[in-house]
């Protein structure tokens, strides 16, 4: 992902509000069904993380992005912002051309 477009999708998210929490147990099947299914349903999303330690809460970041496979967009203490694109927006801008 490239500046512009992780700049853009900042100041989408800056007015957003985290719809996933992360708890003690880490990343969870559960946490990666619900940022799934938020992904798909607003593509840009907000996750509270849970860990204390900086380190660890970019390692939560980057396993949630992976397992849902979005694109970590921003980090800002304990919230993530995630984007993914909306597979039947692709779809439909394919059969254009």
């Known amino acids: 992902m490239k500046g512009k477009q992780k700049k853009s999708l900042r100041a989408r998210a800056h007015h957003l509000h985290p719809i996933v929490s992360i708890g003690g147990a880490g990343v969870t099947d559960a946490v ?11 593509e ?6 849970s860990a204390g330690d900086k380190h660890a809460r970019k390692a939560q970041a980057e396993e949630l ?18 984007f993914r694109a ?5 779809a439909c801008d394919g059969d254009q051309t």
């Open 32 to 42: 990666v069904s619900a940022a799934d299914l938020a992904l798909a349903d607003h």
């Open 44 to 49: 840009l999303i907000k996750v509270r993380l």
């Open 65 to 82: 992005c992976e397992r849902t496979n979005a694109s970590l967009v921003q980090i800002i203490g304990r919230v993530l912002v995630m």
């Open 86 to 90: 909306d597979e039947t927006d692709m």
